[in-house]
């Protein structure tokens, strides 16, 4: 008798999904689908509006990452408004938007490492549900709790000191921003009271690193044989081979490092990216258009990006990742929950590259836009927290919106969460007939890896409690747990 | 008015979706209010969502009043105490409930500020800019509620429990 095993939501991950296990009569595990469960179409919704009300309407997406959005929407209608393809901003209309975006990185970062996958850690797969989270920290590690929240609260407060206010904030506008950064706004950032100032910050991000590194060190098997497959890895890089998250050039290397998107400009995406339908799930499966479906998917988010660029621009960040990289030998590192110690990488050089612009003059400059040649066609792309994301506008004569596609970073790695689940329902649920409470967590805890924001991919909506219901092959419920 | 008392409206929910705005509608509406009546000690602050680190805000205030929309089956607004809870841990994070914010604020920064909740009625949630016109009134009644007991109870905050701000 075949089973169904349905585990839904995910916990602990931004959003909602559903992951269905199908089981053959033996036991073993046939098929696994990680499913989304609503649609809400903003692609649709946006075309017919003004195209200057994109970078402000598009962070309605989610609540979660709604500076990327802003970012993203905003480069691509530089292209619109003349202003370039995110290279011809003047000097305080980049860095505040980087000075944004560095913010809105380290933030996310942090809420995802401390609050989401520090209690998997601290108290294992199949530790008590009721300790693994925040609070379950703070009773283990009370200063490793305090630092997630006091760092979160710092990106927040970059965020907002840029962004213009915390909910739709307008810093970013087309061709440029809407505000500098006062001497006032800077010192608050760079000099605030312990411990809500830059120093600290690296301080933390360094500390954060040296307790995943000692968590690795004393689970080394478990971390690096979890959910480790090969794959192919997207990312944007600076066009010297530098990571950069706001601008550059798009890279793609194989499971062995080899160039198989050789800096690209991301305008021309459609010549390189397609997104395949599959009729059991709302979310789409982009794939490198060379190598078809079944070569060319690839991962995004830190483990890509650490695979793809040649090094980290900050010295700090710079020497984790000499040892991150040597770890593999130089070779692109293809194990699911080393995206947590490329996560904590990227903590560390965002908090580098706040403070230094945080100390540039030219935030303080006024020169805040600039204007070209209008244009009907723009592409906007950087790398959000959880990886590559695009936005594609159009519009007509009358500056309305008449095409909108967006692939969100969640989107970009739909295809190895689906083959993480996969991978550990066999490693966890082969030849059993119940499912434990540390087996559940397992397959989430691969999908937790990715960071994923399923309501901002599927731009869903509500809640739902946590079930799981097996089905056999006629069709029938034969059990059905919740929590 | 008692200006020792440090208070926190804070006010959440999606802008763009119509009557989710109520409650940063109601914290701008209680800021300028503030701001008239030269009440320095009541400060709002607005967000999408509660998170985490809200905690670290809350536990500097002696009174915090969290202002959200609601779909559920109620009057105009409900008015209600909030307690600490651990009950209903959040595993999502990315946005936690008011009693959950209390729970970490107490846990990481030892302090447990009175708090209490309004839920205000909301009925259309689109996607556009506006309350609807049954939500403005609600909005309209609540923020008369709230700056009345806000009054009350700061004047004479030493002598009323929290229970007298319950509706």
Sequence with gaps: ?483 | MNKKVKVLVYGYGNPGRQDDALGIEMAERIKEWAEKNHFDNIETDTNYQLNVEDAEKVSKKDVVVFVDATQEDIHEFKFSRLQPSSEKVEFSMHSVSPDYVLHVCKELFNKTPKSCQMAIKGYRWDFKEGLSDNAKLNLEQAFQYLTRRLEQYIDTQVHYPISMLSK
């Design chain 1, 1 to 483: 008798m075949s089973k169904k095993i349905t585990i839904e939501p995910v916990t602990r991950v931004e959003g909602h999904g559903k992951v269905t296990i199908y089981m053959d009569d033996q036991n073993n595990v046939r098929e696994s689908r990680l499913h989304i469960v609503e649609f809400r179409g903003f692609e649709r919704f946006v075309q017919g509006r003004p195209y200057w009300e994109m970078p402000v309407l598009v962070q309605r997406l989610c609540g979660i990452c709604p500076v990327s959005h802003h970012l993203a929407a905003a480069k691509a209608l530089d292209v619109i408004v003349g202003a370039g393809a995110g290279d011809g901003l003047t000097a305080v209309g980049e860095k505040m938007r980087r000075l944004m975006h560095y913010g809105q990185f380290f933030q996310s970062h942090v809420l995802h490492f401390f609050h989401l996958s520090s209690p998997d850690f601290l108290f294992g797969f199949d530790g008590d549900p009721l300790k693994r989270n925040i609070i379950g920290v703070a009773m283990e590690n009370r200063e490793l709790a305090v630092q997630g929240v006091m760092m979160r609260k710092f990106g927040q407060e970059v965020i907002r000191l840029t962004a213009g206010k915390k909910v739709h904030g307008t810093g970013a506008v087309p061709g440029g921003i809407n505000k500098n950064l006062t001497i006032e706004e800077r010192d608050e950032l760079l000099k605030g009271p312990d411990p809500m100032n830059a120093d600290k910050m690296v301080e933390w991000s360094v500390a954060a690193l040296d307790f995943f590194k000692g968590y690795h060190k004393a689970n080394r098997k478990m971390v690096d044989e979890f959910a480790a497959f090969p794959s192919n890895h997207l990312s944007m890089v600076r066009k010297d081979g530098a990571f950069d998250i706001y601008h550059g050039v798009l890279r793609a290397v194989d499971a062995e490092g080899k160039i198989i998107l050789n800096d690209v400009d991301y305008q021309d995406y459609e010549n390189y990216i397609e997104e395949e339908v599959r009729d059991w799930s709302y979310m789409k499966f982009p794939y490198l258009k060379e190598y078809g479906k079944e070569q060319g998917w690839y991962r995004v988010g830190p483990l890509a990006r650490l695979n793809v660029c040649d090094f980290m621009p900050t010295p700090l960040a710079q020497k984790e990742f000499e040892e991150y990289k040597a770890y593999t030998n130089g070779k692109p590192n293809n194990m699911s929950l080393h995206y947590h110690w490329a996560r904590l990488i990227e903590v560390l050089h965002c908090a580098e590259v706040i403070r230094d612009l945080l100390n540039d003059p030219d935030l303080q400059n006024e020169d805040l836009v600039v204007k070209g040649e209008k244009r009907h066609r723009g592409v906007g792309v950087l790398e959000a927290p959880r990886g590559t994301l695009f936005h594609h506008y159009e519009i007509n004569d009358d500056d309305l919106v008449t095409l909108a596609n967006l692939i969100v970073s969640t989107t970009n790695n739909n295809e190895p969460m689906n083959r993480a689940v996969n991978h550990t329902a066999n490693a966890m649920l082969n030849g059993h007939t119940e499912i434990t409470e540390g087996m559940m967590n397992a397959v989430e805890v691969a999908i937790r890896a990715y960071d994923p924001c399923l309501s901002c991919a599927t731009h869903a909506l509500g809640q739902m409690p946590l079930e799981i219901t097996m089905i056999n092959n006629e069709n029938r419920i034969v059990d059905h747990k919740t929590k």
